[in-house]
């Protein structure tokens, strides 16, 4: 019934996890494999599962060599048995009642497309800089229902039928992440397409990732990065900005640092704590999603 993907790479240690998770499942009745797709590991991630497939024939080990996590989640769907792909985060994992609840919905609901909510994991605190909605992932619904245009799932808890997956073409190779590169944007196309093609995409709250939230997202490098990259990766999926548009996105991102710093540097004298990561981040937010934007449409034009 159901193949479980996880694409990994360099992750042993944390991989460990997400499997004994799924291997550890209540439902004994329901057939399902797991299909860990190695995307170019270094460490032991490939002994690491390759013990574990001998002792549980349920697991494979899959390579594929190509960089991307687009190029690993199409691997993983080229390899699978069954009829329907779940596809999970390799930092992640789930509740013992996953597989059980994965089936319930598929036999009560025609969803060609469906999926979960996240909930973050933290090894270290939480800086204090970081609003409490950090690491969650919106929980649509308290009961399992359609979505709508806008209401997207997440990619890191993400059921679809491969028969569905085939027609969009799987998922784009060009786009999200590719190694340690920040990129977004694969499993929101899958689902444009599905919708696109009269699909309904469905919710449910008891399938819930319990993700594990490195360290590197403490940083405000890495969320200064991240704000170039969504504006980057949306707006290759749309059309490229015109010329005159390019440029005048090109000076938005040069331009408004400096007044933008200036104005919010008078928030740390407010009634509330300010911290220096939230200046830099509420200052140049909007300058970097101006040159993503005018990065993937320069690019778009020249290719």
Known sequence: MVSVIVCTRNRADILADCLRSLTDQDDGSTPYEIVVVDNG?????AAMVEALARDDER????SEPRIGLSCARN???RAARFEYLAYLDDDGHVDPTFIGVVRRVIEEHAFACFGGWVTPVFRTPKPAWLPQSFGYYKKWSDRTTALTAGQDLPGGIFIVKQAALTRCGGFPEGIGMRGSSIGYGEENVVQQKLRKQGNTIGFCPDLVLHHLVAEYKFSVVWHLKRQFALARDRRSLRRPLRRREVAW?????????LPLLCANARRFFGPTTYYWQ???LDSLKEP???LGAAVASTARRAA
């Open 278 to 280: 939230n200046w830099l």
């Open 75 to 77: 691997a993983g769907a």
């Open 288 to 290: 970097l999603r101006a």
């Open 41 to 45: 590991s270094s460490d032991g991630t």
């Open 249 to 257: 996105a090109f000076a938005r991102g040069i331009l408004l640092p």
């Open 59 to 62: 697991v494979r080990y899959v």
